[in-house]
C-alpha cells in the first residue's frame, strides 16, 4: 500500500484545510486509515481514525474542530479541518492498517497555523 498526502499549507488561525491521502490497491476498503501528526520536538499522536465500517475516533484537542473521512470508490481518506488553531502545526501523516497485512504511513504533508 503506498500512501500521498496533500493538501498541507498555510493557514491563520480559525481559518481550514482539508487533507486527502490517496492508497494504492484493490482492498482499501479493509484497512482502518488514520491521521496522525507530529509537532517539533514531540511525539507523534493520533488525531482521528475511520474503521473499514466508517467508526470514527478523535483526539480530545480535535473533537468538534476535526472530521475524518473516506471515499472507498476513490481509495482516499479525508481530514477536514476547522477552526485552527496555532497549536494544530505539525507534520500530518496518513496511516492505513490491517490486522493481516499490518501498517503503512504516508510521507507527510506540513500544516502551518499562523498570523
Known amino acids: 500500500v503506498q500512501l500521498v498526502e496533500s493538501g498541507g499549507g498555510l493557514v491563520q488561525p480559525g481559518g481550514s484545510l482539508r487533507l486527502s491521502c490517496a492508497a494504492s490497491g484493490s482492498i482499501f476498503r479493509t484497512y482502518t486509515m488514520g491521521w496522525y501528526r507530529q509537532a517539533p520536538g514531540k511525539q507523534r499522536e493520533v488525531v482521528a481514525t475511520?474503521?473499514?465500517?466508517?467508526?470514527?475516533n478523535y483526539a480530545d484537542s480535535v473533537k468538534g474542530r476535526f472530521t475524518i473521512s473516506r471515499d472507498n470508490a476513490k481509495n482516499t481518506v479525508y481530514l477536514q479541518m476547522n477552526s485552527l488553531k496555532p497549536e494544530d502545526t505539525a507534520v500530518y501523516y496518513c496511516n492505513a492498517d490491517h490486522t493481516i497485512f499490518g501498517g503503512y504511513w504516508g510521507q507527510g504533508t506540513q500544516v502551518t497555523v499562523s498570523s
Open positions: 475511520i474503521t473499514s465500517s466508517s467508526s470514527t
